[in-house]
């Protein structure tokens, strides 16, 4: 069994401020670091009593998220910049985690929750339906056919990944009290909660559907104010739509095409 895992720092347990704690500036970026690649070692440990035979981890939090040195050497790491499309996902996984998740961008009670970037993007929308970063993820495994079976992170996030996928295991670590405050587990705590959460999904993992986005693609993204200059330079490309002055629209018959315009 082949395991893939995405990365995230705001949703881990004990990580508490995006200036603090997320960028290399922040005083606790280190702590943070090392508290997100604990967790996933638990992630990764619960996958290895469970049968797998091969993992790997993608860094996927902006300004890198795993400190490698400590993370499990049955793991393999996916990191640099730009992360491009489809994050290694082509090469025949049989299920996916995510790990350190937040909520999409304007969900009550979610903890630095955002969507991409919570200084440029404001909303993004798949076929009318508001998106983030979960769903994203999880639209990419679907589209190798990997099911997304574990997501960990604050309350909201487990929530927002039990909307799209019924089924799928969760494990909340933190619950928002307001965008900037939580209530946390201790890391301790949460390791133990996340390698029983990857065994219970790996025990379902042929009842979960890989998630699928249906076709043809429409994808809408609205930039914030301070950040509409993007959807500026991106409306000058042909095959970009501009809808009004800070948000842009692609329409492609394929999902990863879609994506990539947009990243690109
Ligand atoms: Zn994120």
Redesign the pocket.
């Known amino acids: 069994m082949k395991i893939w895992i995405m990365t995230?720092?705001?949703?881990v347990a004990g990580v508490f401020s995006f200036e603090e704690h997320t960028t290399p500036k922040g005083r606790y970026y280190e702590l943070a670091r090392k508290l997100l690649t604990q967790e996933v070692n638990a992630a990764i440990e619960g996958a290895l009593e469970s049968g797998a035979e091969e993992i790997l981890v993608v860094d996927?939090?902006?300004y890198g998220g795993i400190n490698i040195e400590d993370l499990n050497e049955k793991a393999n790491l996916l990191s640099g910049r730009p992360l491009l499309l489809p994050w290694a996902l082509d090469r025949g996984f049989d299920a996916a985690f995510i790990v350190g998740?937040?909520a999409m961008a304007g969900v009550e009670s979610a903890h630095l929750s955002?969507?991409?970037s919570h200084t440029s993007i404001q909303n993004v929308w798949i076929n009318g339906i508001k998106v983030g970063?979960i769903a994203i993820v999880a639209a990419v495994a679907g589209y190798f056919n990997v099911p997304l079976v574990l997501v960990t992170g604050d309350k909201a996030a487990c929530l927002e990944a039990k909307s799209l996928i019924p089924q799928i295991e969760t494990v909340a670590v933190k619950e928002g009290i307001s965008h900037g405050a939580a209530i946390s587990v201790t890391p301790t705590k949460a390791r133990k909660m996340i390698k029983e959460g990857a065994k219970n999904a790996l025990k379902k993992v042929n009842e979960i559907e890989p998630y699928k986005v249906e076709v043809p693609i429409e994808l809408k993204v609205e930039f914030t104010e301070e950040s509409k200059s993007s959807a500026e330079i991106l409306s000058r490309k042909s095959y970009v739509k501009k809808v009004d002055t800070r948000t842009i629209k692609i329409e492609d018959e394929d999902l990863l095409e879609a994506l990539k315009k947009w990243w690109l």
Do not use: I, M
Not at 8 to 11: I, K, P, T
């Open positions: 995230d720092l705001e949703g996927g939090h902006g998740q937040h955002h969507t991409e970063e």
